[in-house]
């Protein structure tokens, strides 16, 4: 399953990290709005006014937070390619679990292996809907899975 339509490694690193960073501000702009909706003052002006002043304030710390965990991420991705020589999905989930613990690292072993789990299996939860759509979509073109309905047998035979 090799992806011939995503950039080479060390330009993919950056278009990660920046598709990341505009996924955490715009999502964090939706729940930073409704958030400081809901925890202005009443009145409509000052709950409009709370609202933009939370997006403001949080929105680029989340975009940020996104980007470090793509660029990471990728990183690491891209250093699975060079030394395995090899696109499989097993670099994605070797990467989410290496980024889960380098993220979480900090707050100790027990929380950084916590986080490689479930960094890990939430890749390889992903990676396999992924195999599991292309296996039933590709299953559509095949030849040998076409079946004619009752009519058209007697007709055709």
């Known amino acids: 399953m090799a992806e011939y339509t995503r950039d080479p490694c060390p330009y993919r690193i950056l278009d990660d990290c920046g598709g ?3 996924m955490g501000v715009i999502g964090g702009s939706v729940f930073h709005s409704i958030k400081g909706f809901r925890n202005a003052p009443s009145g409509n002006f000052r709950r409009m006014y709370g609202s933009l002043a939370m997006v403001r304030e949080k929105a680029p710390i989340t975009g940020r937070n996104f980007a470090v965990w793509g660029f990471l991420f990728s990183s ?5 390619v060079y030394v395995r020589k090899k696109e499989d999905p097993w ?3 070797f990467s989410g679990a290496a980024t889960g613990f380098a993220l979480s690292f900090r ?7 916590g986080s ?14 992924g195999i599991l759509f292309t296996r039933y979509s ?10 004619f309905s009752p009519v ?6």
């Open 116 to 129: 490689a789990v479930v960094g890990g299996v939430l890749l390889a939860m992903i990676e396999g809907m």
């Open 138 to 147: 590709a299953e559509q073109f095949n030849p040998g899975n076409f079946h």
């Open 107 to 113: 707050d100790g072993l027990k929380k950084g292996v």
């Open 76 to 80: 690491i991705d891209c250093l699975c």
């Open 91 to 93: 670099n994605s989930i």
């Open 20 to 22: 990341a960073f505009s």
């Open 152 to 157: 058209f047998q007697i007709l055709l035979f």
